[in-house]
Each structure stands twice: as structure tokens, then as C-alpha cells.
């Protein structure tokens, strides 16, 4: 599987959830004081995420492309 997600600790102790994708961080979210924050966090995004690819948008001339 080339994306995941991992919880680590930044620097003022906080538990934080980075989306990975060929061992490169993507997205993170807030620092959480606990693990389980974080956790749930994760399966926030996981419910409440897209369901299908989105489409691809020009981002120069904010076209739509199907």
C-alpha cells in the first residue's frame, strides 16, 4: 500500500495524524494532547472523506476538467 497514516509527536509533545503517500507527508492534522485524539482524527477524515477521485481542476484558470 503506498498511502497510509501515522501519528507521531512534534515538538511540543502533541499527537499529530500525517497522511502519507510514497513515504511523503501530504496532510496533518492539529496536535492532539492524547494518541486516541488522534485516532479519531483519523477516522474523521476516513468517514466524512471523498468516496470517489475528485476531478481534476486547472489551478492556473480554475477550469474543471472532467
Not at 5 to 14: H, Y
Not at 15 to 37: D, L, M, R
Amino acid at each position: 500500500m503506498a498511502h497510509r497514516f501515522e501519528i507521531r509527536k512534534n515538538k511540543a509533545g502533541e499527537f499529530v495524524a500525517y497522511f502519507c503517500h510514497n513515504s511523503e507527508s501530504i496532510f496533518w492534522t492539529e496536535g492532539y494532547s492524547s494518541k486516541a485524539g488522534a485516532k479519531n482524527a483519523i477516522d474523521s477524515i476516513l468517514n466524512n472523506g471523498l468516496d470517489r477521485q475528485p476531478r481534476r481542476m486547472n489551478i492556473a484558470w480554475g477550469i474543471r476538467r472532467p
